[in-house]
């Protein structure tokens, strides 16, 4: 499904990233964000990817939404 898709291009954006293809890189997380915009991991590694690249403004777009995300996702509030 999409997911398994949206993984594929997070981790293809990973070997890219390391083999220093930045451009290539950044094209295929974005792609990740677009095919599965809820996985906060996608935004944030998108972000830090920019920001290697010396995009900073759009990596502090991403890592901003990554951010949100995660206020939301990974700490969720207890009902007592």
Do not use: I, T
Request: charged fraction near 30%; proline fraction near 2%.
């Amino acid at each position: 499904g999409s997911s398994d898709r949206a993984a594929l291009l997070f981790r293809l954006a990973g070997v890219l990233d390391h083999l220093n293809r930045s451009e290539e890189a950044v094209a295929a997380y974005k792609e990740a964000v677009v095919v599965d915009p809820g996985r906060v991991e996608y935004s944030r590694a998108l972000g830090y990817c920019l920001q290697m690249a010396g995009k900073s403004q759009e990596a502090a777009h991403y890592l901003r939404v990554a951010d949100a995300k995660g206020d939301v996702e990974d700490y969720p509030v207890a009902l007592e």
